[in-house]
């Protein structure tokens, strides 16, 4: 049996405002919309984010998603100038809950929020 990677999904308050944000903030761009389930399938670097809102069109038990809203993702973005990248997410108004901090592993790693609060990490390789 084989399988391949699929999506990262993030759940969110308000997919309306949330897609405005993963455009502007991060360049997130859309592949397709499922308005009937509010989710937009989104794509940044070759993968696919899907962007959701729960809500009663998704049948019974949609409920327990709206509980995931807020969590922190585990998706890491990866740079070779975490500096620079940081001063320009923050000048587009991304805001920043650990500034970047250099680990004893060998990495220096930054992390940001969206609206909802779903956190993301940014880390640099120490060279």
Known sequence: MRF???AIQIFVSDLEKAKKWYEEK??????EELREYKCALMEFDGIEFDICEPNPSWGEGWEEYKEKIGRHIG???????????????????????K?????????IRA????????????????K
Request: hydrophobic share 40%; charged share 35%.
């Open 4 to 6: 391949k990677f699929g």
């Open 26 to 31: 991060l360049g997130f761009g859309i592949i």
């Open 75 to 97: 998706v890491i973005f990866e740079t070779d100038d975490i500096e620079s990248l940081v001063k320009e997410l923050e000048e587009r108004g991304v805001k920043f809950v």
């Open 111 to 126: 992390t940001f929020v969206d609206l909802d609060g779903n956190s993301f990490d940014i880390l640099q390789v120490k």
């Open 99 to 107: 500034l970047p901090e250099e680990k004893p592993w060998g990495e």
